[in-house]
């Protein structure tokens, strides 16, 4: 396999970085266009939410905006405000809605509240009331349980005669529970609220599906959908092959190798107690980076998930967790490399081409966006713009 990650021009603070982060610019453009083509006749926007899953919102914006992406997603006010000068011309909704104080935020960066609840909208109202038209998005309950107004209460929204003229909803959109598992009847169930909220918001803009709810089918993609994890090529169906180009790789330097007895243990609590002679790699990386305590290759009683850990990546052979993750340090099992196929300096893969990110996440009993969201402050990064 070509690693499409090789790096020629790199700055020495990214060669010798203790952990490296590279992020393919080009990929995701590529990911975002197969999430569009997929999506039909829908439009495709873009959801870039906690720092765009932690690969950083400003520079995967600005990709996304030039690709032709125009309609983004983001949690909070202060993102959508990050994210306004990378994508001038686009609609930025703002999926926890609006309160009390944050108007000027919202006013002055051009954000899209998305009403959330019946708190929001009697809000939203009286904001309306004072200043006049400015768009919002409105989110509808029809089963999650998490935002949204509830049903009857859209519905009744739709009939009230009462509302300001200047009420001007552009979109009205749901969430999908079970999105990821094609065969859960949750589907259908949401779908069908979901038709009957549509038809009532008649003449305004609908939004059902996220990365998940693409694959679904036409049914489930109404005039927008909202992908985010495909964009960062991961796993958005169980158990289906993941068809989105990679987009990140994860590496940490190896700070020492050192050679261990039968018998002797490694790391906090003694925990993983060495069955023959072994050899070790110590590499620069912890809890503290993401890479969570719940990797460890023994002695943690939180994962129930199995006994075995996460393994990293070295000279394209998968290296095992030994003992337990520690804050800044995790201990690779180097025992069955060749002699010489690695040395203090070099570096493991954590996850990317060779390991892929939702393969970890499941050693640790999580999920790729957790690991993609914890990445935390020390990796360096280099952007790949390349298309290919
Ligand atoms: C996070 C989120 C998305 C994107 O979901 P993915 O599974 O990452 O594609 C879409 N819509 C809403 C409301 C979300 O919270």
Redesign the pocket.
């Given at each position: 396999m070509t690693d499409r990650f090789t790096i020629l021009d790199a700055p020495d603070e990214f060669l010798s970085a203790p952990l490296r982060l590279t992020i393919d610019l080009g990929a995701i453009a590529d990911n975002w266009r197969d999430m569009a083509r997929r999506s039909g006749r829908a439009r495709a926007s873009a959801?870039l939410?906690a720092d765009a899953y932690g690969l950083g919102i400003e520079d995967v914006g600005q990709t996304l905006y030039r690709a032709g992406a125009r309609d983004f997603?983001v949690a909070v006010p202060a993102e959508g405000a990050t994210l306004r000068p990378y994508a001038p011309e686009a609609r930025i909704f703002v999926?926890s809605g609006i309160w009390p104080g944050q108007e000027e935020t919202f006013f002055n960066n051009d954000l899209v509240p998305v009403i959330a609840s019946e708190e929001q909208l009697a809000f939203w109202m009286a904001v309306l009331t004072e200043r006049g038209p400015y768009p919002c998005a409105v989110h509808v309950d029809t089963g999650f349980n998490r935002l949204g107004l509830p049903l009857a209460a859209a519905l009744e929204l739709t009939d009230d005669v009462s509302q300001p003229t200047s009420f001007d909803p552009v979109l009205v959109m749901s969430?999908l529970a079970c999105g990821d598992t094609p065969t859960s009847p949750m589907n259908k169930a949401q779908l069908e609220k979901f038709l009957m909220v549509s038809a009532a918001f008649e003449g305004v803009e609908a939004s059902l599906s996220?990365?998940?709810g693409i694959f679904l089918g036409s049914d489930y993609h109404f005039d927008l959908t909202?992908?985010?994890?495909?964009l960062y090529g991961g796993e958005?169906v169980n158990g289906a092959k993941n068809p989105m180009r990679e987009v990140v790789k994860a590496e940490a330097r190896i700070l020492q190798i050192r050679d261990a007895k039968a018998g002797e243990s490694v790391s906090y609590g003694a925990a993983h107690v060495f069955s023959r002679d072994s050899r070790l790699a110590v590499a620069s990386v912890g809890y503290a980076d993401g890479y969570l305590r719940n990797l460890s290759g023994a002695g943690i009683p939180l994962r129930q998930t199995g006994i075995l850990g996460a393994s990293g990546v070295i000279a394209g052979r998968p290296v095992p967790v030994l003992g337990r993750v520690t804050m800044d340090l995790t201990i690779f099992d180097v025992t069955d490399l060749p002699d010489h196929a690695v040395r203090a300096g070099d570096y493991v893969e954590l996850f990317g081409p060779a390991m892929q990110v939702d393969d970890v996440a499941r050693a640790a009993g999580t999920i790729g966006?957790e690991m993609l969201t914890g990445l935390g402050l020390r990796y360096e990064r280099l952007y790949l713009s390349s298309v290919d």
């Open positions: 959801v939410k997603f999926l969430h996220a990365s998940a909202r992908p985010g994890i495909a958005a966006y």
